[in-house]
């Protein structure tokens, strides 16, 4: 009986998920109160739901796979702790109301959003089972819970993504892959780890927390967390918008790299604006576009791609190089050169950002990857980022974005999004606002030198309930999607930037100067930053809008059923909006953004009429 | 607190950055911009009392090296007027006048547009001349913007921010000269650069005659022999020839090439013996990814800012003859210096338009006065008057007399004059022996740099060798990486970083 004891201790495991099912409907994503009245302190006098690693004396040591120690280790052992004493211990290391916002710098904090984690986190363990990570083969069983065809998987893991670099998993991925296990578990750690740096990663005691706290279903949550604090939206253009829209037209990047001669892709030597690209076909000649333009618009089709996308798209400057992570080599980043038709395989996973100034691109997965842009001019088959035009740092969070000031120093903006990966379902209602009181807007400086940039302190700054922040290319602007009173989306705010160099680092000075009470997802700018563009995904409440009668409209009915979402362009200095595509239900307009000279890129994830393709498309809306 | 290394960036040069392109990144290495150029005018050029050297003079006399040396950095720093429009600096130094790759973009675009494309001496001028006024044309400059632009560059630090802080910049020479390469240096940044191959051999034929003691030996060569060409030795005297380990029959060698032949001499018995050396040796072409050498007057420099703020210092590095052998001992490498945070008085300092300040800690000439160049690199000191700057001429005020220098012509020195030379720099100079040596802390701060001499690694430029192969002795076996001379042509006649031409023309849209 040499699983006797782990087990006894899975028993106890499964009877608590069971018993938080019941109670909690943790999979609903619904608010009921668990724990608090749970009656469950006879649990936590249980002694604890350890899972035992320690090898049975009767096994001999052939048997365990690879020589590891065989001191005993636990994934984690459940506290001795009241449910309230657990939740302030639990939300502590969230970072809720506390200087180390370790979670909370890049999630915000809901009752929807824990409740997911809450139920990954038991579906995980229940996977694990009584797998025993000192056998080869229930090793291996353990890990195939968290890869998908042999990559790892992090959306599957809950709050075990915190636990990679314990004991317990140090010991699986040895006994699964011997001498290889490090290696393995860099890699994997590399993937699916969090908190990501500069987050101070868990600890074995705080795991315990946690993962008790998951196991209890996460009592105190609603108490915590069920109240929605934003605010009411008013549009409101500012002043200052204004003047900075004016100051552009000379300073921004739009004429900056006009003036310098900037090349723009599918220009010919004389063409400007909408005269280019004149070689890629109409959208509405390929069998899949038809109506999707309006009617002074044209759109153009870049690049079709057979694979899957995942998360969001961005290109550089002259628009050549279209970048988002890919499944392409099951999953990693991919490159388009849309001047060679090649794709450029990018050892990274999402998150793409480009330099206004056309010099420069980023990459996350693995941390941050930054490179010249000349890497991607020399025509790579692949990038590893090992490369001498290449640094690696991690002092940028995940969902960065990025702005360079002109003759100055670079930036990003980080904070607490909300992942966007519209058209693969996860994602195709209501983009979710869960940001919290304690959100916070966080720029990092890349300070020059004079040999090499450097990345600068952290500057932070609370923006309640906002999240998703995007700077302008200059830098000089911020916007963030707010928060409604209801927890939905209310609009976006935008914010000035000021920045001025103080001792070691830079003060920064941000003022609201508008409010625009429309709903979307993350913004692109204009390089001219008179224009804000988005995605919204249709809704009900959008159905006049696009032509209906109402959301009971018959004809309506199958954008209910399969979604959609259409692209649209705010004027900053007006806040009036249009909407730029006309997608047909199960086709996704994403993730749009501006290259220099105007024109309008976004990617289409097609899943109408049985399709299942991916286009690059140029929208010459504003030109 | 400023935490992790990002770019490298920069133009390859030296030995410390792979001699590929590497163009930078961002807008805050920004050179001479359109609307600076507009304020400075045209570039100055390279006075005219440049002339052809007296190489063997200069090769054995380390003072006449180093009042060259100082000579030339007095022409880099001296005060020129520039075009001052109404309200602009009345003068600046020579060298924040000259050409980096913001100028040479502009001008290639325009000699694009204008549909002249043959950079006749005439067409460069045009070019040149317009580029001086080309922010007239500028959409992000209307008069009023250019005006501000002007009154707030008027001086002091902002004035000095006209130049920029680009890493290379070259004389009106120099930029000129790269411009009417750029089909030679395409064709040998292609992927099979032709130009850069010997265009065929010629025999030569020497006579070797070695004194040996019995059972001594001695090697001689390398002799490169030309692809399809032969080598053939033959001795007169008591003495066996082998080469590559294997002993030659009789009195005679013979190899094929393609080879670099060593051939050793063994004695059978003491004294001289006569070895004949025939042998096809290739033909190259001094400069094939130019249309010629560099004229008189080309000067080509590397420069190197440090950040004012953010807790950024400038390394202060001892140079004298203990801190140089302290470099020596350290895998020949300069460490990273102590911290020092000079004064805008003591150390040249400058702010750009965007108000980021800059000090400059080196500056690294190449002045073709001679076949080979003028070699001269000066560094910043906290102890300007000590070591390498006691000989620095009283003429150079402040912030220039916080630098010191050295200089080198050749790879090996023959020096039997140290007149005026002082005791601490004839000692630290020397500390190679024959083998010239001159190694500015800041420029070359790559692993084995500190025992180079300038002339050794860019000998090598246009090879498309990386520094690690030239520092690390993977060009030739046996040979001292950096610093004696391994070639007999020299594709870019020296020069790293030409690779900015071709890149600017391959950027220019399709015809």
Known sequence: MKHSARSLSLLVIIALAGCGDDTAAPDSGGVADVG??????????????????????????????????????SLYTEVDLSDSQLADAAFTILGQETEESRCTRCHGLSVDRVREWESTTRAALECIGDNDPNVDSEAEAILDCFTVDGEPRPDGMGFLTTTLGLDWFTRTFNVAHGFDGEIQQTRFRGVSEMPKPPSVLLDQSEVDILLSWATRGSPGLVERLGNPGGAPCTDEVRRPVLDHVEAMETEGWAVINRDNNVPMFGCDEGEVGADCLTDFPLAGDRPYGAGWAGESETLRVLYEYEYRSSFWTRSSADGRFVSHGSSERGRGATIIDLERGARIYANALYDPGFFPDNTGFMLQGGGGHICQQSLLTSN?????????????????GLYQHMAATQGGDYWTVFGQFVSDNGGFGGSDGALPVSFDQNARMNLVPFVFDGTQYIAGDEISTRTSYEGDAVLSPSG???????????????????????????????????????NYCVRGAKVGFSFDERYMTFQRYVLPSDAVELGFTGPTDPAFA????????????????????????TMQPGQFALFPHFRSDGWLYFVVRDRANGASSEYVVASDILL | MLTSLLFLSGVGGGCTKSPTACPELGSDESGLTAPARFVVGEASAWPAESRRRDEAALRSSLGERRALGWDVISRLVEDVPVAAPSGGPATLPRFQTWYGEEDLRRVVQHLHESGDDDYSNAALDEAFEWNRRAVLEFEGWPEERLAEFVDGASEGEGARGLGGIERVIYSPLAARHLLQSRHELAACAAPEPDANLPDGFRTAEQEESVWLDGCGSRRLGPYSVADGGSFVAESEGAVVLSVGGDECEGTTCRVMGPAEVYVDVRARERGRAQIQVRYDEPVALWTPCLI??????????????????????????????????????????????????PGEDSIFTLALPSGARYRLVAMHAMVKDLDHWIWSTMWWSDSPQADFGEDRPGALGAPWDQYKMCATTWFEEEDTDFTGVTEEIRAASTLRGSESWCSNPFIES??????????????HAGTGASSEEILGGALIPGARPGRLQERNNFPTDYVFSVDVIDELIRALPQL
């Open chain 1, 558 to 581: 199958e954008y209910a059923s399969r979604g959609a979402s259409n692209i649209y362009v705010l004027d900053v200095t007006t806040g009036e909006s249009i909407r730029a595509t």
């Open chain 1, 380 to 396: 790579p088959d692949e990038i590893t980022f090992g490369e001498a035009e290449c640094t690696n740092t991690s002092a940028v």
């Open chain 1, 476 to 514: 000089r602007l911020i916007v963030s999607r707010s928060q409604g009173e209801d927890g939905n989306q209310s609009g976006y705010v935008m914010r000035s930037v000021e920045a001025t160099p103080n001792g070691d680092s830079y003060d920064i000075e941000t003022r609201v100067v508008a």
């Open chain 2, 292 to 341: 010629q050498e560099f004229p008189d007057g080309a000067v080509i420099l590397k420069t190197e800012y440090r950040r004012v703020g953010f807790g950024f210092t400038v390394g202060a590095h001892d140079t004298s003859v203990t801190g140089v052998e302290a470099a020596f001992a350290e895998g020949e490498s300069w460490t990273e210096g102590q911290d020092a945070d």
């Open chain 2, 446 to 459: 790559g692993v084995g740099a500190a025992a180079t001499n300038c002339i050794g690694c860019h000998q």
């Open chain 1, 36 to 73: 608090v009245d749970g009656g469950d302190a006879g649990l936590t006098d249980s002694g604890g739901p350890d899972i035992p690693l320690d090898v049975p004396p009767d096994v001999p040591p052939e048997d365990a796979g690879f020589d590891v120690a065989r001191t005993p280790v």
